[in-house]
């Protein structure tokens, strides 16, 4: 298995432009989460889907941070406009679903995009 | 509101050394505690925990729950560069399998 699978790596791009980030999760798993990572911040959960449906974006900053799942097995996070305080590594995870204890909630990250608003 | 603190936030150690990193937490309807490694790149899954008093164990690493007290707490021995990483405590508070994640303790081991 490929593992997840996330594009770009690496982004430059200038204040306003829009950015599209995109994840690919393991084949299988029915769980997908969106995070951001910075120094001062941590790891903070964007939003998630189950079954390609998204079930919590209360994590996500503001109007500008859009996401979506089209089909189990693609989605993307988009930012437009971008500012500089978007700056961060955005990570991907996927996991096969729900949890009790059977680890279905075992999440697998991607490589992550850093992304640098100029 | 569910959080997880770890502590330290930072450790510097030699090689050989014994470390124990901390994680507590507070949630509504807790599932399961997660462990990860964070190297330079993407965070990988080290154990999950979901009964008390009950050792998980990976070579020099072991992991334990306590449930009642709410943390865990992750053992490294005999310590060796390799280990340097974040290690990020997460739980899982409820059925729909998200994570709420710690900020990580950052730990340095000197040749």
Redesign the interface.
Known sequence: DAGVIQSPRHEVTEMGQEVTLRCKPISGHN?L?WYRQTMMR????LI?F?NNVP??DSGMPEDRFSAKMPNASFSTLKIQPSEPRDSAVY?CAS?S?????T??????????TRLLVL | EDKVVQSPLSLVVHEGDTVTLNCSYEVTNFRSLLWYKQEKKAPTFLFMLTSSGIEKKSGRLSSILDKKELFSILNITATQTGDSAVYLCAVCPGSQGNLIFGKGTKLSVKP
């Open positions: 769980s989460f941590g790891l903070e959960l998630y189950n079930i919590d990570f996991s679903g729900t949890s009790g204890g680890g279905g909630e075992t999440q697998y990250f991607g490589p992550g």
